[in-house]
């Protein structure tokens, strides 16, 4: 069984499209190493509204909860660690996560 692993990566704001090819490659990522990622707000997203506050709470939740079934929370740096993404990686270390920062060759914070 490979392992499970949950990724935080940014993802809303004005740079939402890159967000979204960097999630892609942060997959992308975990999957050559050997893991079965999951990442909430890649997910969740395609079908609530990032922009309502209400849906975005929801998604974040439901997310939060798969996430504490990981082996793993997978903090990926390049483009800076957002308010959610430090939401996620607080909730990691009360789960007693482990929690690893990874950056990705081919990207930088410009």
């Not at 949950?6 to 004005?14: R, T």
């Not at 969740?44 to 939060?64: C, H, M, N, S, Y």
């Not at 009360?94 to 990207?107: A, F, K, N």
Request: hydrophobic content about 40%; some cysteine.
């Amino acid at each position: 069984m490979t392992r499970l692993v949950a990724i935080e990566s940014p993802y809303g704001g004005p740079e939402r499209e890159r967000n979204k090819r960097y999630l892609a490659a942060c997959i992308l990522d975990c999957v050559a190493r050997g893991e079965n990622p999951y990442a909430s707000h890649g997910f969740f997203t395609q079908v609530l509204d990032d922009d309502d506050p209400a849906q975005r709470e929801l998604g974040i939740k439901l997310g939060l909860e798969w996430a504490a079934k990981a082996a793993a929370r997978v903090v990926y740096v390049d483009l800076g660690i957002t308010p959610g993404m430090r939401e996620g990686i607080a909730r990691a270390f009360v789960l007693g996560q482990t929690i690893e920062h990874r950056s990705l060759p081919d990207w930088s914070k410009s």
